[in-house]
């Protein structure tokens, strides 16, 4: 359904007729995407792909996104941040300093990015105009 670009919520009532409950949020992990881009590609197609349902100006909406990201990513986000500890504790970090390092670090990489963001832009490049 998701290769058909269903409606996410469809694709848990899906679920459920067939099977007649809800599938718990742990079977959700790594289901759509198989991580030859890498993970964090996934996460922009993935973002890109909830935004064409709902936009994300509401906090619920943003809730919901952030939920179905979690839950799609979860090992994926277990990894980067049991690595990105390891990483920072080789540093003069305090145990608290670090866990706020890693987790805006595990934010930014779960979180929606433009295009030239992900292209490393500081902002927008200025189009040219080809007359």
């Known amino acids: 359904m998701y290769n058909k670009e269903a409606p996410p919520q469809d694709i848990d009532l899906c679920f459920q007729k067939k099977s007649g409950y809800a599938a718990p949020d742990d079977w959700y992990d790594s289901v759509l995407f198989d991580e030859k881009h890498g993970w964090e590609v996934d996460v922009q197609v993935y973002y890109r792909y909830l935004l064409s349902f709902l936009p994300s100006s509401a906090p619920q909406n943003r809730e919901w996104i952030n939920k179905c990201i979690q839950r799609e990513f979860k090992t994926a986000i277990a990894w980067a941040r ?3 500890t390891a990483s920072y504790s080789r540093t003069s970090f ?7 390092v890693v987790d805006a670090r595990i934010k930014d990489l779960t979180s929606y990015q433009t295009w030239w963001r992900i292209l490393g832009f500081e902002k927008e490049p200025l189009r040219a105009c080809v007359v």
Not at 94 to 100: A, G, K, L, R, V
Request: proline fraction near 10%; charged fraction near 30%.
């Open 94 to 100: 305090t145990p608290d300093e670090i866990n706020q």
């Open 82 to 84: 049991e690595n990105l």
